[in-house]
């Protein structure tokens, strides 16, 4: 099948280029922005802990959140507890409600899960109680705003900038992050005023996101076509190129009709979504298991126990700083150089500087300690000693170099792709399993970490990463196909088992319930015989 945007470049050979009226950004940059600080709620409950726990395993008696105890423990791990709980249903109200419901919606169990956290210093009685269930809830919150901002971004976004405007959610992100740790760098700032600027940051968003349009493409999906052609209008500022991009989409919806229940999960077994799917899920796994979670959750103490003083501000500035600037580059060059260019540089950086991450651990071993001195012993993360702190330049090279490659790569990529590779009836629903997937995973490293720090050391557990990470190298030169430059109609057709270019008077006559791509031929299913086409 041609594609429908190459159907449009050859036209403009034959008309002069200045004859189009041309469609402007500024819409879309308005509304991206506005978007995007979503994720800089996520990225501030991202950050949080960093700072939070070191306050936290200083409380006396049991209060505290002991390093390797349980109970911080589920203070990393419940937030993605709640991410993967909520990701599904946040699918559900994606596809239902709308992509701008979804992000209002997931403003309220964030602040209810920030203001339980406040409210935890006042009552003793509940205090790790109340805590856990506010990280939890505010885990609830982000899942729908993980999966919300970026199929945003990603649906209002012309395809020449949509790799540029989905990026916005990851630097963003990286901004909340730092920010958390400037929060909590701040001299006699405690856990509880970090929780009050969380507050503030989700009433700030939801006030900017009430006057904002819903997508195009969903009104457009629930048969709203001059709502949708109204704020596609206003998203280009030229009528013209706003009925080019119409025509794409109505032509994709109407080969795809709304579907059942039971119809989506037979979809399962088209090419076009399991797919995707498998190749989402995999690159989620590659960003998960790099170990940049670890990072992100306990900067701070990773610091402290290479024996750098000043921990919580060596975080702010190694890691959070850091994250912006090379998110910003990632962010600048995704179209112009592609997505595969930057993941394959991004896994080369992160499975080197982990490697020697790993080294420093393990030369910092008790049994290489020539001086087993109160002031030169550190206690890692799951409460294992270290020693050597002369080797700490190294640890803070190791993970500066580490932060710069996974945010030039890996911190955006699967984010984007995830966005562009589903197709659109069941954008929603995929959106969903894979942001679920990815709290999966991020429960699974962030929650186990301590545990198998312990077990096998925390050099092996580098080693481990640093392996991970090479490993991602080999899935993206082989398996992962180039989205750059494509409209979000065309990806959908490469995955495709047989493209079939089908006109819009042909679907007119032939008037189907459901036409469907088939591996083998394009059928019409109507009145529930199967006749070929």
């Known amino acids: 099948m041609q594609p ?53 395993a200083e409380l006396p008696g049991e209060l505290a959140f002991e390093k390797g105890g349980s109970a911080s423990e589920l203070f990393a791990a419940l937030l993605p507890i709640g991410g993967a709980i909520s990701s599904p249903l946040g699918g559900m109200v994606a596809d239902r409600g709308g992509r701008k419901i ?20 006042y009552t003793i009685g509940a205090f790790k109680p109340l805590i856990l269930t506010g990280r939890f809830l505010t885990g609830f919150g982000i899942g729908w705003l993980s999966l919300g901002v970026p199929l945003y971004l990603a649906e209002i976004s012309d395809h020449r900038w949509r790799g540029l405007f989905s990026a916005l959610y990851q630097v963003t992100l990286v901004i909340g992050v730092f920010v958390s740790y400037a929060v909590g760098a701040i001299p ?52 013209e190129t706003a009925e080019e991009e119409m025509v794409e ?30 190749l989402c899920i995999v690159l989620i796994f590659f960003h998960q298991f790099s170990g940049i979670n670890v990072i992100v959750f306990y900067a ?16 702010l500035y190694a890691v959070g700083a850091m994250q912006i600037i090379a998110t910003v580059i990632s962010s600048i060059t995704v179209d112009l150089v592609g997505r595969k260019v930057l993941l394959v540089i991004g896994s080369t950086g992160m499975s080197l500087s982990t490697a020697a991450l790993g080294t420093h651990f ?33 640890a803070i ?46 429960g699974i490293v962030t929650g186990l970490y301590q545990d198998f720090e312990l077990a096998v050391g925390p050099h092996t557990a580098w080693w481990v990463f640093a392996f991970v990470s090479f490993t991602g190298i080999f899935f993206v030169l082989f398996f ?10 065309e990806i959908e057709q490469h995955f495709r088992s047989k493209k079939v270019k089908i006109s819009k008077e042909r679907l007119q006559t032939t008037n189907p319930l459901a036409i469907i791509i088939d591996e083998k031929q394009l059928t019409c299913e109507i009145s529930g015989k199967e006749t070929s086409v």
Not at 214 to 238: H, N, V, Y
Not at 417 to 436: Q, Y
């Open 300 to 315: 701070a103490t990773i610091f402290q126990t290479a024996g750098i003083s000043k921990a919580r501000e060596t975080a």
């Open 188 to 239: 006699n700032v405690t856990y509880t005023h970090s929780a009050l600027v969380g507050i503030a940051l989700v009433f700030f968003f939801v006030i900017l996101l009430l006057p904002v349009i819903e997508t195009p493409r969903f009104l457009m999906s629930k048969g709203l076509d001059s709502k949708a052609r109204k704020a596609l209008c206003w998203l280009r500022q030229s009528s």
């Open 4 to 56: 429908a945007r190459s159907q449009r470049e050859n036209s403009s050979d034959e008309s002069t280029e200045s004859s189009k009226p041309k469609s402007t950004l500024w819409p879309t940059v308005l509304l991206s922005v506005i978007a995007s600080l979503g994720s800089l709620t996520i990225g501030y409950a991202f950050g949080y802990p960093s700072s939070a726990l070191l306050e936290l």
């Open 362 to 394: 393990f030369l910092t071993r008790p049994e290489f300690c020539t001086n087993l001195s109160s002031e030169s012993l550190n206690i890692t993360v799951s409460g294992a000693l270290t020693c050597n702190p002369q080797l700490g330049p190294l």
């Open 480 to 489: 992962l196909p180039e989205t750059k430059g494509k409209t979000l109609e």
């Open 102 to 121: 979804l992000l209002l919606s997931s403003a309220v169990p964030n602040f209810v899960g920030w203001l339980l956290i406040v409210l935890s210093r």
């Open 397 to 442: 090279t190791s993970l500066i170099a580490f932060i710069f490659s996974f945010s030039v790569g890996w911190r955006t990529m699967p984010f984007i792709m995830m966005s562009e590779l589903f197709p659109l009836r069941l954008r929603g629903l995929l959106g969903g399993i894979g942001n679920s997937t990815v709290y999966v995973f991020l």
């Open 249 to 278: 989409m109505k032509q994709l919806i109407e080969l795809c009709p709304k579907l059942s229940l039971k119809m989506k999960l037979l979809e399962f077994k088209k090419s076009h979504v399991y797919i995707p799917l498998t």
